[in-house]
């Protein structure tokens, strides 16, 4: 898991580390969009095994969307 100031990225090769590893980068990103208050978080699919976690101002606070960008 690869992290910068509000975009984690992840590379998975299996379900099991998928979900982990999205949980972790969730928890963190609603920490800091906890104390913003004005961002929601925004998971994009890259391709199999390749997404991103986001603070995104087009995510209303307190929501996580999901998205597919391939």
């Given at each position: 898991?690869?992290?910068?100031a509000?975009?984690?990225?992840?590379?998975v090769?299996?379900?099991?580390?998928?979900?982990q590893?999205l949980?972790?980068?969730?928890?963190r990103?609603?920490?800091?969009?906890?104390?913003?208050?004005?961002?929601g978080?925004?998971?994009?699919?890259?391709?199999?095994?390749?997404?991103?976690?986001?603070?995104?101002?087009?995510?209303?606070?307190?929501?996580?969307?999901?998205?597919?960008?391939?």
């Amino acid at each position: 898991m690869n992290k910068q100031a509000h975009r984690i990225s992840i590379l998975v090769a299996d379900r099991r580390g998928l979900d982990q590893q999205l949980d972790a980068a969730v928890e963190r990103l609603q920490q800091t969009a906890m104390h913003e208050k004005t961002r929601g978080i925004l998971v994009t699919r890259h391709r199999p095994g390749r997404f991103t976690a986001e603070l995104s101002s087009n995510v209303p606070f307190g929501q996580t969307h999901e998205h597919t960008d391939f």
